[in-house]
T-cell receptor, first 114, second 111 residues
Framework: DVKVTQSSRYLVKRTGEKVFLECVQDMDHENMFWYRQDPGLGLRLIYFSYDVKMKEKGDIPEGYSVSREKKERFSLILESASTNQTSMYLC?????????????FGEGSRLTVL | SQQGEEDPQALSIQEGENATMNCSYKTSINNLQWYRQNSGRGLVHLILIRSNEREKHSGRLRVTLDTSKKSSSLLITASRAADTASYFCATGNNAGNMLTFGGGTRLMVKP
């Protein structure tokens, strides 16, 4: 089975802190995605990557950056956390040959910024 | 931008009844997918229907797609309490790059 692992299920940070959300997948998938989920707004794409060191902006990249140094790992970085970044963050992956196809999700990281 | 819009936003039914959720979208798609999310967890893929397909089944799930109306429906037959979850539709575009998700339908199945 495909496994997408997000390092932290729950985090509490203070405004202005730098936050790292880590995601690792074990199926050699080329594509990796970071979504943000808020009540009533569904999932919104922050960034995605289709290869090592490659990244593309999604719908809401402001206030976020990403890093993909290794194929299996995709990190989401909040350079200076703000309260409006309190949310559930979901990482997902799929193989390059199935772009636009089924996504495999991690369990999510619920971030609270105080 | 939110491509898919689910309807209703919330649905409460008794165990054994059928549950129907609808999804409407705005632009041309390559495929439409349905996902399930248990409270506080990640999303799990349920079913994918391609733009040239009209109906697809998987166990107790039946998905229909009407590209002329830009809409899809997910039917869960003989619902169980364990079906209680949020259900999301997601559309894949013709460029094949990414999925766009709707706001979801919260389904509660009462035992």
């Amino acid at each position: 089975d495909v496994k997408v692992t997000q390092s932290s299920r729950y985090l509490v940070k203070r405004t202005g802190e730098k936050v790292f959300l880590e995601c690792v997948q074990d199926m050699d998938h080329e594509n990796m995605f970071w979504y943000r989920q808020d009540p009533g707004l569904g999932l919104r794409l922050i960034y995605f990557s289709y290869d090592v060191k490659m990244k593309e902006k999604g719908d809401i990249p402001e206030g976020y950056s990403v890093s993909r140094e290794k194929k299996e790992r995709f990190s989401l970085i909040l350079e200076s956390a703000s309260t409006n970044q309190t949310s559930m963050y979901l990482c997902a992956s799929n193989p390059l040959r199935r772009r636009g196809g089924e996504l495999f999700f991690g369990e999510g990281s619920r971030l609270t910024v105080l | 931008s939110q491509q898919g819009e689910e309807d209703p936003q919330a649905l409460s039914i008794q165990e054994g009844e059928n549950a129907t959720m609808n999804c409407s979208y705005k632009t041309s798609i390559n495929n439409l997918q349905w996902y399930r999310q248990n409270s506080g967890r990640g999303l799990v893929h349920l079913i994918l229907i391609r733009s040239n397909e009209r109906e697809k089944h998987s166990g107790r799930l039946r998905v229909t797609l009407d590209t002329s109306k830009k809409s899809s429906s997910l039917l869960i037959t003989a619902s169980r309490a364990a079906d209680t979850a949020s259900y999301f539709c997601a559309t894949g575009n013709n460029a094949g790059n990414m999925l766009t998700f709707g706001g979801g339908t919260r389904l509660m199945v009462k035992p």
